[in-house]
């Protein structure tokens, strides 16, 4: 069994900054990319910031140059540190894995979700 367990969201005021932390855990052969995913009341989950297994990375437009996504592949964790925050970045952030396991191969897992809430 896989999990991936999300640290580091809370309440910050504009312009302040958050680290993220998911950690994934269980009978893991090797991880592929792994990403963090927003999600805010009435649209859609969305790709915040992704990271392939060789660290190269993919951002959305409106977090580039404020967000920065990193990996600890001896920990099996995925980062964000996030700067300058927003309004517009509160939401619900999702760690996302593709992960081999030895039991059932390759599949992408989720994390539970962690609150980023933004003060103006």
């Known amino acids: 069994q896989v999990q991936l367990v999300e640290s580091g969201g809370g309440l910050v005021q504009a312009g302040g900054s958050l680290r993220l932390s998911c950690a994934a855990s269980?009978?893991?052969?090797?991880?592929?990319?792994m990403g963090w995913y927003r999600q805010t009341p009435g649209k859609q989950r969305e790709l915040v910031a992704g990271i392939t297994s060789g660290g190269s990375t993919n951002y959305a437009d409106s977090v580039l140059g404020r967000f920065t996504i990193s990996r600890d592949n001896a920990k099996n964790t995925v980062y964000l540190q996030m700067n300058s925050l927003k309004p517009e970045d509160t939401g619900v952030y999702y760690c996302n894995a593709d992960i081999v396991t030895f039991l059932r191969g390759r599949k992408v897992y989720w994390g539970q979700g962690t609150q980023v809430t933004v003060s103006s």
């Open positions: 269980g009978s893991i052969f090797s991880i592929n990319a």
